[in-house]
Structures are given as C-alpha cells and as structure tokens.
C-alpha cells in the first residue's frame, strides 16, 4: 500500500511538472539555411527564431548558464549515409553586477557581451557556420540542422524538473535542407 501511495505521488509531481497553460510563446525554430560548397567545407548560414521561456530567463537571470546547441548533420540524399556531423555549442550567462548578457561559443572560444537579452539572442539568431567536410564526390545532399536547449548542461537539481517541464522545451525539430553539388 505504501509503495502504492509513493508511486502515485511521483506520477502527480510529473504530471503537475508537463501541465502546460496557455499559448507558448517561446521555443526554437529554423527558419532559412543557405549552404555554399567551399573547398572541403561548406558555408552554411543559418536564420533562425530564438525565445526563452519565462522560466529559462529567470533561471538566467539568477545565475543559471544556459546552453545553446545547434546541432548538423550532412547526408548523401541517395543513401542517406550521414558523411558529417557538427554541433556548435552557445552560453548564455548573466552578469549581475554589470546587467549585461555574455555569449561564450566553444568552438570559437570567443566572448562577447551584450546590454539586453534579445541583443544576444539576435546574434544567434543569424549564424555563418563553416563545416570542414575534407573531399565531397559530386552528387545530392542535404543537410538536416536543428537548434536545442541542453537540460543536461543545467545544474543537476534543476535538471529532473526540467525535462518534466514544458517551460523547458525549446528545441525546434529536425530542419531538412537539400542542396548539390557538381563536379
């Protein structure tokens, strides 16, 4: 009976933590990528939407680094063989005493700061991403692309509730975007 009573108080914490009110006006999403073959990588510009929900920017404004990841996959549209994989990793960190915003990329290992929230969104939002995809044959590919908020990255408190959460659920879906190349 106990055990009866302990299970039903976790399912009723999950389902109080899913239950979502209201319209959603946060979230990730992908609008336009442009891919352009240079020699062994490609230039790939990215336009894309990028909202916080309430509950990611208070936890950002108390101290939270939040984690950014835009994610890349390149496949060969005939068999569908994933010939490159990349991610490019953002942190998002706020600086109290100051009251500006930091951006952090790792794979550039450059900072900026920023005066407002959606100034650094905004520089997000627009990306030139160079992939290194070392000699490509000639013939179909596309490129599949999705950005996501990283709830592994949180503090482990705060990751359970998190993954429960749909104040926590940002990420867009798998973007497809399919492109030649000549010989």
């Known amino acids: 009976m106990r055990f009866c009573v302990s299970l039903l108080s976790i399912a009723a914490f999950f389902v109080a933590g899913c239950d979502q009110q209201g319209p959603v006006n946060y979230g990730f999403s992908i609008n336009n990528v442009n891919v352009n073959r240079a020699y062994q990588s490609l230039n790939v510009r990215l336009q894309q939407d990028l909202e ?3 509950q990611a920017r208070e936890a950002l404004e108390h101290g939270v680094t939040l984690t950014v990841v ?7 549209e005939n068999n569908m063989i994933v010939a490159k994989k990349d991610s490019n990793r953002f942190q998002i960190s706020y600086l109290p005493l100051s009251e500006r915003y930091q951006l952090a990329s790792e794979k550039t290992g450059g900072m900026k700061t920023y005066p407002r929230l959606r100034h650094l969104l ?3 939002d627009d990306l030139d991403v160079p992939v290194s995809t070392g000699p490509l044959p000639p013939g ?3 490129l599949r692309v999705r950005v996501r ?3 592994r990255s949180l503090p482990a408190p ?3 509730p998190a993954w429960f959460s749909s104040q926590w659920r940002h990420d867009s879906e798998w973007s497809v ?3 030649e190349i000549s010989a």
Not at 70 to 76: A, V, W
């Open 122 to 124: 905004a520089a997000i």
């Open 52 to 54: 916080l929900s309430e």
């Open 149 to 151: 908020l990283d709830e």
């Open 177 to 179: 975007w399919p492109f």
């Open 158 to 160: 705060m990751q359970l």
């Open 140 to 142: 179909s590919y596309e």
């Open 70 to 76: 835009l994610e890349m996959e390149l496949r060969n």
